[in-house]
């Protein structure tokens, strides 16, 4: 359905490390999102973009930064993993009008 | 303050059953409202969204929906349910208005379904 990519799905690491979430989408949609969902638990809206070269943090604080040179690509960056940090992260997009997410299948962090 | 309530936190239904999760939203101005389902260790897919005419919508997998102004809520319906539809399930509203397209999210519903 949709075209929306996030790699990788699976992430174990240890403390301290830098990690890169990524998240690509082929639909040239302007608005990105990024959510930390905690299991059986709600989204929380951690980052978004408007489009390139502008990103607002959301509703949930992060220690999380995120970057968007392209349309299509919104990575997620922790400089410094902790397993606080351990959680599942969602990417979605949408268009200008109709306000619809489409999202990617997920990245499951855990943070040892 | 804008919000979204799903008041059911776990329901568990038998195959074949009714099924109607409610949902119930705190906004200025009538919204968007989307309902999404999310199987374990996947991402959200859109079951149905209401934006305006008709207030009861259809959606995929025999779902469907029905918006009540009065009543400020937006339940989800299926008449038989199957056992593929055990998962979690969102209520999400959005602003009309909104340049951002951001969505708030109900707490979610959790379904389990009995052979």
């Known amino acids: 359905e949709a075209d929306i990519y996030q790699t990788p799905r699976y992430l174990v690491i240890g403390t301290g490390k830098k990690i890169t979430l990524e998240c690509s989408q082929t639909?040239?949609?302007?608005?990105m999102y990024w959510y930390q969902q905690d299991p059986g638990m709600e989204l929380h809206l951690i980052h978004y973009s408007y489009g390139v070269n502008s990103t607002e943090k959301g509703d949930l604080s992060s220690e999380s930064t995120v970057s968007r040179i392209r349309t299509e690509h919104f990575p997620l960056t922790l400089e410094s993993a902790r397993p606080s940090h351990t959680s599942q992260y969602l990417c979605a997009s949408s268009q200008v009008k109709g306000q619809r997410q489409y999202f990617g299948a997920g990245t499951r962090l855990s943070v040892l | 303050a804008q919000s979204v309530t799903q008041p059911d936190i776990h329901i568990t239904v038998s195959e074949g059953a009714s099924l109607e999760l409610r949902c119930n939203y705190s906004?200025?101005?009538?919204?968007?409202l989307f309902w999404y389902v999310q199987s374990p260790g996947q991402g959200l897919q859109l079951l149905l969204k209401?934006?305006?005419?008709?207030?009861l919508v259809q959606g995929i997998k025999g779902f469907e929906a029905e918006f009540k102004r009065s009543q400020s809520s937006f339940n989800l319906r299926k008449p038989s349910v199957h056992w593929s539809d055990a998962a979690e399930y969102f209520c999400a509203v959005g602003a009309r208005s909104s340049n951002t397209g951001k969505l708030i999210f109900g707490q979610g519903t959790t379904l389990q379904v009995k052979p």
């Open positions: 639909m040239g949609h302007d608005k």
């Open positions: 209401y934006f305006s005419g008709d207030t």
């Open positions: 906004y200025g101005a009538t919204p968007y």
